[in-house]
């Protein structure tokens, strides 16, 4: 059974730090291309990073741009997203998504919260 657990999240002030973890589990974390988005109160769900099989291919939303970096290890089945110089609109809820390609599955996890208030 494919998994993504998320974990990482909560209460930070603004200009803080937070990094995020997805755990994956019951597929090869090796073949699917991840990626990272979120969604704010009475908004619609949104990038906020991406990156290749390899490694390699990394893009970011322009909201984030500068701020948050995405990496994987994919020995551990594990991808991160390191938040850097929060601001109050980054706060939402952060998905992780996995697309394989090779077999056409796309899936979701069930979200952290981030809030980044005073």
């Known amino acids: 059974q494919v998994q993504l657990v998320e974990s990482g999240g909560g209460l930070v002030q603004p200009g803080g730090s937070l990094r995020l973890s997805c755990a994956a589990s019951?597929?090869?974390?090796?073949?699917?291309?991840m990626s990272w988005h979120r969604q704010a109160p009475g908004k619609e769900r949104e990038l906020v990073a991406s990156?290749?099989?390899?490694?390699?291919?990394?893009d970011y939303g322009d909201a984030v741009k500068g701020r948050f970096t995405i990496s994987r290890d994919n020995f551990k089945s594990t991808v991160f997203l390191q938040m850097n110089s929060l601001k109050p609109e980054d706060t939402a809820v952060y998905y992780c998504?996995?697309?394989?390609?090779?077999?056409?599955?796309?899936?979701w996890g069930q979200g952290t919260d981030v809030t980044v208030s005073a």
């Open positions: 998504r996995a697309f394989r390609p090779f077999v056409n599955a796309d899936h």
């Open positions: 019951g597929f090869a974390l090796g073949s699917a291309i």
């Open positions: 990156i290749g099989i390899g490694g390699g291919s990394i």
